[in-house]
């Protein structure tokens, strides 16, 4: 089984930057493709950044290209987004997710890709 727990969510003002990690255990950290997702209340889910099994290849949503950045440690078994920048609608609770790797077109937008789900990391931007 493969747990994945996020933390470093948090209430932030307009304009500034937090960090979040998500750590994962119970299978080899590098074959996984990391995703991030977020909801807002009365929303549905939606993909905010994935990365690749090596690290090589980035994904963005448009809302948060330029301003967030996804990367991993693979000895830390840890993902990490950076957010910078942020306004009032990146507010909701934000959700780390694992792909195993396998065979096939991978689409890193599709919350339907991912295997393994945290429990999520709530953030809250004021303006």
């Known amino acids: 089984q493969v747990q994945l727990v996020e933390s470093g969510g948090g209430l932030v003002q307009a304009g500034g930057s937090l960090r979040l990690s998500c750590a994962a255990s119970?299978?080899?950290?590098?074959?996984?493709?990391m995703g991030w997702f977020r909801q807002a209340p009365g929303k549905e889910r939606e993909f905010v950044a994935a990365?690749?099994?090596?690290?090589?290849?980035?994904y963005y949503a448009d809302s948060v290209k330029g301003r967030f950045t996804i990367s991993r440690d693979n000895a830390k078994n840890t993902v990490y987004l950076q957010m910078n920048s942020l306004k009032p609608e990146d507010t909701a609770l934000y959700y780390c997710?694992?792909?195993?790797?396998?065979?096939?077109?991978?689409?890193?937008?599709?919350?339907?890709?991912?295997?393994?789900w945290g429990q999520g990391t709530q953030v809250t931007v004021s303006s």
């Open positions: 997710a694992a792909r195993i790797y396998r065979s096939g077109s991978y689409y890193p937008r599709d919350v339907r890709e991912y295997d393994y």
């Open positions: 990365i690749s099994w090596s690290g090589g290849s980035t």
């Open positions: 119970g299978r080899t950290f590098s074959s996984f493709a």
